[in-house]
């Protein structure tokens, strides 16, 4: 047996332990009895073996607007954006290391991470419109506050989203995490056998870690909206419930609500990745010439000032 038979048996015997590895996964999690755990992994097993999973990823990575767009610096901020750098920490490592922040900014935003996604799927590429639909139409808060039940919940009985809310989101923290970690590794097997065992995961890391800290945002929704810091099974539950359904709808029916849409020619300085779409705002009294000029998808970034700046 050559080299690169003896490799290609290896990558062969790895790849059928992974599998094993999910079903062995599957099976623990289906007889923990947990009430709607179980239709939950008839959710997973549904999206993993109609390959909708896989078009999930793949529009994850996707640019997802007109080589030649130029309206991405017409968008105003938008409410839970504001309140999330207001009140929240920013997230990434040093927060993790330093600080018991479960949620923070870059938490909060991977909701719209997932919406982009969802509606992409359904329309492509995305247009300012599109964008306006995805941030201006409440579906923001349809989810925060209703999360499972957001597609049948009326705008006028949700609460306004305030201050004290999203300080609170920062506050959460786990009690129970077991069921977390163990559906967490279940969708990292499905994800691996969707995309039939890459070679090179790292193009799919950051979707990974998008969707993980979506489910954690999504838990301490659930935690705070019942009176609660403390994340546990339940929320985990109503997270998971909450997720696979969002994937599935065609988020292009919510469109955006004009009184929400208020001077889109004053936006602040920005840069914005033309390739994924973030935006990285600038501080005031800082420059852009501070910053690098390569997004972490690694897109350039474009300079957005303000025209009354």
């Known amino acids: 047996m050559g080299i690169i038979d003896k490799m290609e048996s290896k990558i062969e ?102 919406i982009e996604s969802i509606y992409y799927i359904h329309k492509n590429p995305l247009e300012k419109e599109d964008l306006l639909n995805i941030y201006f139409s409440g579906l923001d808060e ?32 786990w009690v129970e ?11 990292f097997e499905v994800m691996d056998f969707s995309l039939n065992y890459p070679d090179l995961k790292d193009w799919s890391s950051k979707y990974r870690s998008t969707e993980d800290l979506f489910i954690q945002f999504l838990a301490a929704c659930n935690a705070v909206n019942n009176g609660r810091l403390g994340i546990g099974v339940e929320d985990t539950i109503v997270a998971y419930k909450t997720f696979l359904k969002l994937i599935k709808t065609d988020v292009t029916k919510y469109k955006a609500i004009s009184e929400r849409i208020i001077r889109l020619e004053d936006h602040g300085a920005y840069l914005v990745c033309k390739k994924c779409g973030t935006y990285y705002q600038i501080p005031e009294g800082e420059s852009a010439d501070d910053y690098s000029d390569e997004c972490e998808c690694g897109g350039k970034l474009q300079y957005l000032g303000s025209p009354h700046n």
């Open 177 to 187: 995490k077991e069921l977390y970690k163990k559906l967490n590794k279940l969708m």
């Open 13 to 114: 015997k790895m790849d059928k332990k992974s599998q094993q590895n999910m079903e062995n996964l599957f099976n623990y999690l289906n007889n923990l009895d947990l009430d709607g755990l179980v239709n939950i992994l008839s959710e997973i097993k549904e999206i993993r073996d109609s390959g909708f999973y896989k078009k999930l990823v793949d529009a994850s990575n996707t640019n997802k607007y007109k080589e030649d767009i130029d309206f991405l610096g017409d968008l105003p901020k938008h409410r839970i954006e504001i309140l999330a750098y207001d009140n929240l920490k920013k997230g990434g490592l040093l927060t993790t290391i330093f600080t018991k922040s479960i949620i923070t900014v870059q938490d909060t935003l991977t909701l719209y991470s997932f």
């Open 142 to 173: 349809r989810i925060i506050f209703a999360l499972e039940d957001f597609d049948i919940i009326k705008l006028e009985d949700l609460p306004e989203p305030t201050p004290e809310y999203i300080k609170s989101l920062g506050k959460t923290y």
